[in-house]
């Protein structure tokens, strides 16, 4: 039997749709690179934005017509698009033949004849690595409700894995060639609370952070409130944690962040951004922005602008307000902010992101430059410092392996440069 796997979303739906595969694996089937041929097509679907569902629903049009043309395969949707109740999905895609929400394996496995529950957490079965890094989930769900987000309704409550659970994940890709592991959670700094004895985010970096052949640990994305002087410590400290955070901010006013109930002020926010910066001053700054959310005024938009230009980001994941049925803000608050209103807004911030991270990547040149290099395509290797920064390079190296890079050419996007030869061992 075949099966081929479609994702689209956020990292855990990455690390997800690689879990379920190693288990398909480990029950003999094979992958296929595509729906053509496959025996089981599961569809791994976002929610966030209107956009990513109308992805799935094309990809659904295009298995039925492979179906009507004859292929016997069964068709599974799982991801955030699948909510505790089913029945309107069904009604809508009579032809899917199982509906299975984040991470809730069984009811595939079963399309497969396989009886295996899996569970969540599913600690029997790791994915196979295809490379030198990894995604690990370590907390699940989302506990905060935000007024304009679908996740806490698809992907449930926080739930963490144990550090013993989450160190055998870690051993066994790094056994299998893995240097580097990014830690998952919608609230990273969430990781924990639900646990006896109640270790924290910082707990679980000390507990991996001699897993043989580990590189580096990264971690994302981050609750502005969650956020710790002792897990921001740890990072201070552990010599294999990137320093590099993902703390989105969302909105810059007051206002819109009550709106948003984000749960915290902008002046809390700006605690934690001085936190961070205090502590480890040359830290990566990475955050998301709505624009366009229910009532933003012109002057609300200016105070978003203005935070992005104080605060300097490495990198600012922006996107439009798309109200999601179900979430607070769809049920209460009128989406307001016209189309083309929400467009400019969104291109006016990605201008303005183009130009910080053009200046942020300039101070780099000739600057040297540790990255983790991932692979070689087009005569050219590639990897990222510990900033995170995308580096492409020429020279001697090696996949897996650190190199030191003199940076000769920078843009918003990438940097360039040369490998510098290793040191010669005395
Ligand atoms: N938990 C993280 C946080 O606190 O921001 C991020 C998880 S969320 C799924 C990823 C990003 O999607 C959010 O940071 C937000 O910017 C964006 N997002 C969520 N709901 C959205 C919506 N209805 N419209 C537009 N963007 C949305
Ligand atoms: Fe969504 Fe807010 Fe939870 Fe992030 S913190 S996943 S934006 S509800």
Redesign the pocket.
């Known amino acids: 039997m075949k099966y081929h796997i479609w994702t689209v979303g ?1 990292q855990m739906n990455v690390a997800d749709s690689r879990k379920l595969a190693a288990g398909l694996d480990r029950a003999g089937l094979s992958a296929s690179a595509g729906p053509e041929g496959a025996d089981l097509v599961v569809l791994n679907t976002c929610s ?2 209107e956009h990513a569902e109308d992805r799935a629903i094309g990809q659904l049009g295009r298995l039925k017509r492979l179906r009507d043309r004859g292929q016997t395969m069964k068709i599974a949707v799982m991801g955030c698009m699948v909510g505790p109740r089913d029945d309107e999905l069904q009604r809508r895609f009579p032809y899917v033949d199982a509906f299975a929400r984040p991470q809730d394996f069984a009811p595939i496995m079963a399309l497969a004849g396989i009886d295996d529950a899996g569970g969540e957490f599913w600690p029997s079965t790791f994915a196979q690595p295809d490379g030198v890094t990894a995604y690990v989930p370590v907390v699940h769900g ?1 506990d ?1 409700f ?1 007024t ?4 806490p309704y698809r992907r449930g409550r926080e739930r963490s894995r144990t550090i013993a659970d989450i160190r055998n994940e870690v051993e066994h890709y790094c056994a299998r060639g893995v240097r580097e592991v990014t830690l998952l959670g ?2 990273v700094e969430a990781y924990g609370h639900d646990l006896p004895d109640a270790p924290d985010l910082g707990d679980l970096m000390r507990a991996i952070h001699d897993v043989g052949g580990l590189e580096r640990i990264r971690f994302l ?1 981050s ?1 502005p409130k969650d956020m710790t002087p002792r897990i921001v410590d740890a990072v201070a400290e552990l010599p294999k944690v990137c320093e590099s955070f993902y703390i ?1 901010v ?1 909105a810059g006013h007051g206002a819109v962040l009550d709106r948003m109930r984000r749960g915290y002020t902008l002046a809390e926010y700006l605690e934690t951004f001085d936190m961070v910066r205090a502590r480890l001053p040359h830290a990566a700054m990475v955050t ?3 624009v366009g959310f229910c009532g933003e005024t012109e002057a609300e938009f200016r105070a978003t602008y203005e935070l992005l230009e104080r605060l300097r980001f490495d990198k600012v ?1 922006v ?6 049925p179900g979430t607070i803000a769809h049920r209460t608050m009128a989406d307001d902010v016209p189309e083309a209103v929400k467009l400019e807004r969104l291109h006016a911030i990605e201008q303005l992101e183009a130009r910080i991270s053009t200046e942020i990547n300039r101070a780099l040149l000739d600057t040297q430059q540790e990255v983790l290099v991932e692979s070689r395509r087009d005569g050219r290797w590639n990897g990222r410092n510990r900033a995170g920064k995308l580096i492409h390079f020429e020279g001697e190296a090696e996949v897996g392996r650190l190199a030191t890079v003199r940076i000769e050419h920078a843009t918003a996007w990438s940097l360039q440069g040369t490998a510098l030869p290793a040191p010669v061992p005395a």
């Open positions: 956020c966030v934005r989302c905060k935000c304009y987000c679908i996740v919608q609230t994305t609750y989105p969302q998301d922005i709505i994941h996107a439009a307000y798309s109200p999601r």
